[in-house]
């Protein structure tokens, strides 16, 4: 059982002030969190129909004095029309058009985006694959989620300084769904400055206290 103790050290008492302002700052900071969010064109992507795939080019500027803490891909309702094939490449794209392009893959060719990424010449990172886990239409509807890991993220900083990169899907096969969704969540980077406003501030509080 974890009981309380009482801050009986005499140096502990004079740390308490300061340990309660650090404690009210982490509390009352705000997160200065920024979502930005985009949704293609067309919002569910045709359906993710089998016999295409589809590229997705987005301008998108980081903003200085900003850092990206987390990127989600979301397709709401995902399920797979059969499991003739059942296979979905997702790529990020170092560039992209803007805007929506679709081309017809006739749900051969395995992966269609590595391909036309390399036709092209443009750099590209498999994100993920997803397949629908019972093959067909019945059973599960889900919604499908990706989050970048750090190294993902690595990637999206460098094809996005530009303010220019892009996504692309090829569905093997028909992957029905009720949007897609692409999310940047950023925080401010704290500034050196202030902080050391803050350090200032708390050490002349503190030898105020102890030696007044
Ligand atoms: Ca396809
Ligand atoms: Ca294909
Ligand atoms: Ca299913
Ligand atoms: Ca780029």
Known sequence: MLIATPIKDLKMRKLAPLLT??????????????IYEFTPSQPDLFDLDHSKYYLWGINWTPVAGEEIVSINLAIDDINNWDDYNNILY???L???????????????GGDS?????????????????????????GGDV?????SFS????????LFAADGN????????????????RFTIETRAIPEPASMVLFGTGLLGFFFRRRFA
């Not at 170092?94 to 051969?108: F, H, I, P, S």
């Not at 750090?150 to 900083?157: E, L, P, W």
């Not at 996504?167 to 992957?175: A, K, Q, V």
Request: some cysteine; hydrophobic content about 45%; glycine content about 8%.
């Open 21 to 34: 302002i650090l404690i009210l700052f982490v509390a009352v900071t705000p997160a200065f969190a920024t």
């Open 90 to 92: 997702i790529h990020l």
């Open 94 to 108: 170092e560039r992209m058009r803007t805007g929506l392009a679709v081309r017809t893959d006739y749900q051969g």
């Open 113 to 137: 985006i590595a391909s036309w990424a390399s036709n092209n010449h443009i750099s590209d990172l498999l994100l993920d694959t997803y397949t629908d886990s019972d093959g067909g239409v």
């Open 142 to 146: 889900i919604d499908y989620l990706y």
């Open 150 to 157: 750090a190294s993902d993220i690595a990637y999206f900083n």
């Open 165 to 180: 990169f892009g996504l692309g899907f090829d569905p093997d096969c028909h992957y029905w769904n009720s949007g897609v």
